[in-house]
């Protein structure tokens, strides 16, 4: 509950315990297991900033945190703590201003990102690429740049890689060696981001980030729920969402230095996800967003069941700490316990590692920092509860706020031209010109076998020509030669007839 410049969280000891609203961005955590009441602190907490007129952004991994959209119900049990927390008077059943959000476009608008916006850097952290995989990454980005070819969906990115893997030979000389082996690898890098959704979160309209830090007309500050319960499941997505989110709030935003309240608060539920099996070059890049956001004006803090589930570069960074119960029947628990209470500035009144293993459910160790920024020692505290609706909200609901809120123009995905676009021409029209390329040199070689046919049945002719001449000619010698003979025949017959008769006049004569 905000009151008076501050976030009222609880008592402790019969005094209120309060967080202040403008060291509220320097982080927080919110830790315990399973059902001790992690989520009503955290609803409880954005409901406060909302009031405060401060945007907030939550991860509803359950499903059960879409009740604030609508007013709480009383109870006996509430009336109670009303009365318990004195807050009697200023207490009210409400709803908040809430926009519902969803990457997969089935519980609340879609969020989408262009693969430009996500960057190589990120990109080949989120896909876990080997430094070479990553330089060639970066020189694909760059050859989309100076070719002007727009990087919005997966399949722009794939279309890329392939045609410059395939025309490497062209880039190497001005970008660098770009193997088959590296861009392989980052296809293969690709398919398990596909498998989870990112064909749907990378496209567009692209989520301008600015529409996430609104205030509704009576200055309440809107609250943007993103269901999770699919995406918890996609890890790889889940941590790729997030930190875009991060990364585009802190380039967007400008340097606020110390503010009298956050420009946006970010509650990120099951937090542990983000970091399981995490490349340590991921943790690093969250590490450093955590660290640098906080001067942009935004307060992240993380909702998971140990702190020991934070990796400690990260966890050094919250100065909030709200510890719920843990339990402890393992060696490995009670060592977990132990390190949340060590997280904790000791109060000498009391042993933390003890008291975390005793509390009920909506008691908790809180340790918020004062208006110096010193961490405050850890109260033993019962937790305000929410004034909104401790259950999901009704389909009908969800549905009717969505049409109010102004972000319909997300809700439609389009496929403007780009990569995949102009390279599938490309592409086509390369095939075409070596198409018509092999087309015409299967005409010129039939063509040459044609003349090369023609020439050798021209010669074939000539040369069965010239026999025939030859065969005629010799025919007609041997005709000419047979005349002749005959002729010399007759001649010798002639000539020995006339021969004959002279001398048989001879004879006679005589």
Not at 261 to 284: G, S, W
Not at 309 to 314: E, G, M
Not at 365 to 388: E, H, K, M
Request: with cysteine; hydrophobic share 40%; charged share 25%.
């Amino acid at each position: 509950m905000y009151t008076d410049g501050s976030i009222y969280m609880g008592l402790a000891d019969g005094e209120r315990v309060t967080m202040q609203l403008n060291m509220s961005n320097r982080h927080g955590l919110i830790a315990g297991a399973s059902g001790t009441g992690k989520t009503i602190t955290m609803k409880a907490m954005a409901e406060s900033f909302s009031d405060a007129g401060v945007p907030v952004f939550l991860c509803d991994v359950k499903g059960d945190v879409s009740g604030i959209a609508m007013p709480g119900k009383s109870t006996q049990g509430m009336e109670e703590r009303i009365d318990k927390f004195g807050i009697r008077g200023s207490f009210a059943y409400k709803g908040y201003p809430v926009c519902f959000w969803d990457i997969y476009g089935e519980g609340g608008h879609p969020v989408r990102a262009t693969v430009s916006d996500m960057g190589p850097e990120l990109l080949a952290r989120i896909l876990g690429l080997t430094p070479a995989q990553e330089g060639v990454l970066h020189i694909i980005f760059r050859i989309a740049d100076d070719k002007g070819l727009l990087l919005i969906d997966l399949k722009d990115l794939r279309a890329l890689v392939g045609y410059v893997s395939e025309h490497r030979a062209e880039y190497v000389t001005t970008y660098g060696n770009i193997t088959p082996q590296s861009a392989g690898g980052i296809l293969r890098a690709l398919l398990p981001l596909e498998n989870q959704g990112g064909d749907m979160f990378f496209g567009e309209p692209a989520l301008d980030i600015m529409d996430w830090i609104r205030t509704d007309s009576t200055g309440k500050g809107v609250v943007n729920l993103l269901n999770c319960v699919r995406l918890v499941q996609n890890p790889t997505l889940y941590a790729g969402f997030l930190l875009w989110m991060m990364s585009e709030l802190f380039e967007r935003l400008p340097e606020a230095g110390d503010v009298d309240k956050p420009k946006l608060v970010f509650f990120f539920d099951e937090a542990h996800m983000l970091f399981a099996d995490a490349p340590r070059v991921l943790i690093q890049k969250i590490e450093q967003v955590v660290r640098l956001i906080r001067s942009k004006g935004v307060g992240i803090y993380f909702v998971t069941q140990s702190p020991g589930d934070i990796p400690d570069s990260v966890l050094a960074q919250l100065g909030n700490r709200v510890q719920h119960a843990l339990r402890a029947y393992t060696p490995s628990e009670q060592k977990a316990v132990r390190a949340a209470a060590q997280s904790l500035r000791a109060n000498p009144s009391f042993k933390a590692e003890d008291v975390i293993m005793e509390l009920g459910i909506g008691e908790a160790l809180t340790s918020f920092l004062d208006g110096n920024g010193v961490p405050a020692v850890a109260r033993r505290t019962s937790v305000i509860c929410p004034q909104s609706l401790m259950a999901p909200a009704e389909c009908a609901v969800i549905k009717n706020l969505m049409e109010q809120d102004g972000m319909a123009k997300y809700d439609e995905m389009f496929d403007r031209e780009s990569a995949y676009e102009v390279l599938t021409r490309q592409t086509e029209r390369e095939q075409e010109e070596e198409r018509l390329k092999n087309e015409r040199e299967r005409l010129e070689k039939e063509k040459a076998a044609f003349e090369a046919k023609k020439e050798k049945e021209e010669l074939a002719a000539q040369k069965k020509k010239e026999k025939e001449e030859e065969a005629a000619r010799k025919k007609q010698e041997k005709a000419a030669e047979r005349r002749k003979a005959q002729i010399e025949r007759q001649l010798i017959n002639t000539g020995a007839q006339v021969l004959k008769r002279g001398l048989l006049k001879t004879l006679l004569g005589k």
